[in-house]
């Protein structure tokens, strides 16, 4: 069957008060707003339904006339207006270089960008600010630590432990690590519940492990790992743990001292803050003991024709001229997520996980993937799926230009899990704390409406 031939995208941002207002100048008042979340929750209005207002750009129509339902969070997150005003003030207030420059507009800057480092710190309650890495995305810090750590500690004969369910940024890089110390990778492969077999865990872990890579929350199952657990299995041998947190930093508590996690990394992006920056949380013995990743100025101590020495741990990680108004609209991103609360944004994303699941068993000849919730098994607010004889990216494309809903099709960034479960691509849908159960009803409805259509034709 041909795929749907896509259309050039118009928009036009919904006034509740009036459509005759440009884009521009809704936008533009919108940053006057508040940075605190809108309205006060009750017990009779969901927090999507109050946190909504923060985010302009989910008040569009799309293709001339359809309203937006944006149901693609697990690949970016949408910002909130707190986000936009700390990035149009960085650059209109105090844009400068970062620790370098001793005038007014640079030591702002500084402190601000600092000042944003502490706030990650804070959030996923690292012991001190000096463990957290700014880096362009969670791809890069995982990149830093291989090409770091790894390099420094592989040889032949160690390995490394990953899932088949990982993303590709935490299997690319160890691949080519592998490649150069002569280290070899194994992999978790799932168990009947399409969940990486932990029980296969505790038996493959050994002397020979010296580091276990491993998501928190699949990008594509929905399935939640015990991280402490799997930190306390993998340190009983001796291994480190690098924790690929993206899914899970933006939707729940994570404590990383609790965790016990070596290495941890996620995204500004999907946590309402921009694109462009993202972190990596490593633990200080082992950060301080890590050669440079990238060579240039910021890194060094002091450079000299025949040799250089090099700062301290993170400046030795962020070689030249950060992302720096990106990271500050990070901070701000921090503070709006702890003024509403990580575990209240998990709570009402469970519940939010539950209806999904539970709507989506409705649509005729669908296959979900990932574990079955239950009283024991919790879910992520998304879903990955398949409706039998038709191409996920039909379904997407007709969901888009048809209905205004916005979901994801394709690999995910992982092409292995989807070759172990014997299929090229799928469907998903993934929820954030601003969406709302009516998402979920307009999302099913037109789902069901895209499957009525595409069988005509069988």
Same mark, same amino acid.
């Given at each position: 069957?041909?795929a749907?031939v896509?259309k050039?995208?118009s928009?036009?941002f919904l006034n509740?008060k009036?459509?005759?207002?440009?884009?521009i100048?809704r936008?533009s008042?919108a940053l006057c707003v508040s940075?605190s979340?809108?309205? *006060?929750?009750t017990?009779?209005?969901?927090l999507?339904?109050t946190t909504?207002p923060?985010?302009?750009?989910?008040h569009?129509?799309?293709?001339?006339?359809?309203?937006l339902?944006?149901?693609?969070?697990?690949?970016?997150s949408?910002?909130p207006i707190?986000?936009l005003?700390?990035?149009?003030n960085?650059y209109?207030?105090?844009?400068?270089n970062?620790h370098r420059g001793i005038?007014f507009?640079s030591a702002?800057a *500084?402190?601000?960008y600092e000042l944003?480092?502490?706030?990650v710190?804070?959030?996923?309650?690292a012991?001190?600010?000096?463990e957290?890495v700014?880096?362009?995305n969670a791809?890069?810090?995982i990149?830093?630590?291989a090409?770091s750590?790894?390099?420094?500690?592989l040889?032949?004969g160690d390995e490394?432990i990953?899932?088949?369910a990982e993303?590709?940024s935490a299997?690319v890089p160890?691949?080519? @690590?592998?490649?150069?110390?002569?280290?070899?990778?194994k992999?978790?492969?799932?168990?009947?519940g399409?969940?990486?077999?932990?029980?296969?865990?505790?038996e493959?872990?050994?002397r020979?492990t010296?580091?276990?890579?491993?998501?928190?929350?699949?990008?594509m199952?929905a399935s939640?790992l015990?991280?402490e657990?799997?930190?306390h299995?993998s340190?009983d041998?001796?291994?480190k743990?690098?924790?690929d947190?993206?899914q899970?930093?933006?939707?729940?508590v994570?404590d990383?001292?609790g965790?016990?996690?070596?290495f941890l990394?996620?995204s500004?992006?999907?946590m309402c803050?921009?694109?462009? @920056?993202?972190?990596?949380?490593?633990k200080?013995?082992?950060?301080?003991?890590?050669?440079p990743?990238?060579g240039?100025g910021?890194?060094i101590s002091?450079?000299f024709?025949?040799?250089?020495?090099?700062a301290?741990p993170p400046s030795?990680?962020?070689?030249?001229?950060?992302?720096?108004?990106?990271?500050?609209?990070?901070?701000?991103?921090?503070?709006y997520l702890?003024?509403?609360g990580?575990?209240k944004?998990?709570d009402?994303?469970?519940?939010?996980a539950? =209806?999904?699941?539970e709507?989506l068993?409705?649509?005729?000849?669908?296959?979900? =993937?990932?574990?079955?919730p239950?009283?024991?098994?919790?879910?992520?607010?998304l879903?990955?799926f398949?409706?039998e004889?038709?191409?996920p990216?039909?379904?997407?494309?007709?969901?888009?230009?048809?209905?205004?809903v916005?979901?994801?099709?394709?690999?995910?960034?992982?092409?292995?899990l989807?070759?172990?479960?014997g299929?090229?691509?799928?469907?998903?849908a993934?929820?954030?704390f601003?969406?709302?159960?009516e998402?979920v009803?307009?999302f099913?409805h037109?789902l069901?409406e *895209?499957?009525s259509?595409f069988?005509?034709f069988?």
């Amino acid at each position: 069957m041909e795929a749907v031939v896509p259309k050039l995208a118009s928009f036009n941002f919904l006034n509740p008060k009036s459509k005759s207002k440009s884009a521009i100048r809704r936008f533009s008042s919108a940053l006057c707003v508040s940075s605190s979340p809108s309205v *006060t929750s009750t017990d009779s209005v969901s927090l999507g339904h109050t946190t909504r207002p923060d985010f302009p750009i989910l008040h569009q129509e799309v293709y001339g006339s359809k309203k937006l339902v944006y149901l693609d969070n697990a690949a970016t997150s949408q910002k909130p207006i707190a986000v936009l005003k700390a990035l149009q003030n960085y650059y209109e207030a105090y844009n400068s270089n970062v620790h370098r420059g001793i005038h007014f507009l640079s030591a702002k800057a *500084t402190d601000e960008y600092e000042l944003a480092r502490k706030k990650v710190a804070a959030f996923i309650n690292a012991s001190d600010s000096g463990e957290i890495v700014f880096t362009k995305n969670a791809t890069e810090a995982i990149n830093l630590v291989a090409y770091s750590w790894g390099l420094s500690n592989l040889k032949s004969g160690d390995e490394v432990i990953l899932t088949v369910a990982e993303h590709h940024s935490a299997i690319v890089p160890w691949q080519l @690590v592998a490649q150069k110390t002569g280290a070899n990778l194994k992999f978790l492969n799932l168990n009947d519940g399409e969940s990486p077999d932990l029980d296969k865990l505790k038996e493959m872990l050994s002397r020979k492990t010296k580091l276990v890579v491993i998501h928190h929350i699949s990008n594509m199952l929905a399935s939640i790992l015990p991280i402490e657990e799997i930190v306390h299995w993998s340190h009983d041998v001796g291994a480190k743990v690098l924790v690929d947190a993206c899914q899970s930093v933006p939707h729940m508590v994570v404590d990383v001292q609790g965790l016990d996690a070596d290495f941890l990394v996620a995204s500004s992006h999907k946590m309402c803050g921009p694109t462009g @920056v993202g972190f990596l949380f490593g633990k200080s013995d082992l950060l301080s003991a890590m050669p440079p990743f990238l060579g240039g100025g910021e890194m060094i101590s002091d450079v000299f024709l025949d040799h250089s020495t090099f700062a301290d741990p993170p400046s030795r990680f962020e070689a030249g001229t950060p992302a720096i108004g990106e990271a500050i609209g990070l901070g701000a991103a921090i503070d709006y997520l702890s003024t509403i609360g990580m575990q209240k944004i998990h709570d009402y994303e469970m519940e939010l996980a539950k =209806y999904l699941y539970e709507n989506l068993l409705s649509v005729p000849n669908i296959r979900i =993937y990932g574990p079955k919730p239950s009283e024991h098994v919790q879910r992520a607010a998304l879903c990955s799926f398949n409706v039998e004889n038709i191409h996920p990216t039909d379904i997407a494309t007709l969901l888009d230009q048809q209905y205004g809903v916005a979901i994801r099709s394709g690999h995910h960034c992982a092409q292995p899990l989807h070759r172990y479960l014997g299929v090229n691509a799928s469907a998903r849908a993934s929820l954030h704390f601003y969406n709302t159960k009516e998402d979920v009803d307009e999302f099913i409805h037109a789902l069901n409406e *895209t499957v009525s259509f595409f069988n005509v034709f069988k």
